[in-house]
């Protein structure tokens, strides 16, 4: 949930964070009915709402003034796990190849690595621009479409194209985004260095 506004405290049961807890409970429903069902359509239906529903708990939370610590931790918390989840899922029973998973997971783990490092030199993470928030949106509404070329006979014809053009489109712009964030911090780093050169 991003908001300039500070969270004022833990704030638990709010609304929004009801709504992300609704969401977070979606993770698991969706990986029954795909894994231990054949019920794909509703699967794909799970995840496109549970996903497609990120901006919900953001909205309320601005609206009804109840912006929380909990929600700033938990919001992304569970975006990025319904990605690696659908990600892994989908890897797991062959709808998508393993070359594209590494991709998505590479990308993550450099994001990781740069936030650590920039944690050490004593900067936040970037703001989430709106390149990488596009970007996260392609990439996750490939999966149910991906779900329905994959599994559902009757859809493969429309839903195998549509969903792969998503699939490696949202890939470009997911790393694109990636040396966005990378340029930033290079920059925060750097300036950093420059001042304590100018100090000394």
């Given at each position: 949930?991003?908001?300039?506004?500070?969270?004022?405290g833990?704030?638990?049961?709010?609304?929004?964070?009801?709504?992300?807890?609704?969401?977070?409970?979606?993770?698991?429903?969706f990986?029954?009915l795909l894994?231990?069902?054949e019920?794909?359509?509703?699967?794909?239906?799970?995840?496109?709402v549970?996903?497609g529903?990120?901006?919900v708990?953001g909205?309320?939370?601005?609206r009804l003034?109840?912006v929380?610590k909990l929600?700033?931790l938990l919001?992304?918390?569970v975006?990025?796990?319904?990605?690696?989840?659908?990600l892994l899922?989908?890897?797991y029973?062959?709808?998508?190849?393993?070359?594209?998973t590494?991709?998505?997971?590479?990308?993550?783990?450099t994001?990781?690595?740069?936030?650590?490092?920039?944690?050490?030199?004593?900067?936040?993470?970037?703001?989430v621009?709106?390149?990488?928030?596009?970007?996260?949106?392609?990439?996750?509404?490939?999966?149910?479409?991906?779900?329905?070329?994959?599994?559902?006979d009757?859809?493969?014809?429309?839903?195998?194209p549509?969903g792969?053009?998503?699939?490696?489109?949202?890939?470009?712009?997911?790393?694109?985004?990636?040396?966005?964030?990378?340029?930033?911090?290079?920059?925060l780093?750097?300036?950093?260095?420059?001042?304590?050169?100018?100090?000394?």
């Amino acid at each position: 949930m991003s908001n300039s506004t500070a969270p004022t405290g833990w704030g638990v049961w709010t609304w929004p964070n009801l709504v992300t807890a609704v969401r977070l409970a979606g993770i698991p429903l969706f990986c029954y009915l795909l894994l231990a069902t054949e019920y794909y359509w509703q699967a794909a239906v799970v995840l496109a709402v549970g996903g497609g529903t990120d901006w919900v708990d953001g909205q309320l939370a601005r609206r009804l003034n109840q912006v929380s610590k909990l929600g700033r931790l938990l919001d992304p918390f569970v975006d990025r796990l319904y990605i690696l989840t659908a990600l892994l899922a989908l890897t797991y029973i062959g709808l998508l190849p393993w070359l594209f998973t590494i991709a998505v997971l590479l990308r993550e783990a450099t994001l990781v690595t740069m936030v650590i490092v920039l944690r050490w030199h004593g900067f936040a993470p970037p703001e989430v621009h709106f390149l990488g928030k596009c970007a996260t949106s392609v990439v996750f509404m490939s999966f149910p479409v991906l779900v329905i070329a994959g599994l559902v006979d009757s859809a493969e014809a429309w839903a195998a194209p549509v969903g792969w053009a998503l699939a490696w489109w949202g890939l470009g712009l997911y790393w694109l985004a990636a040396f966005v964030y990378l340029r930033q911090a290079a920059g925060l780093i750097r300036s950093k260095h420059a001042r304590a050169h100018v100090a000394a």
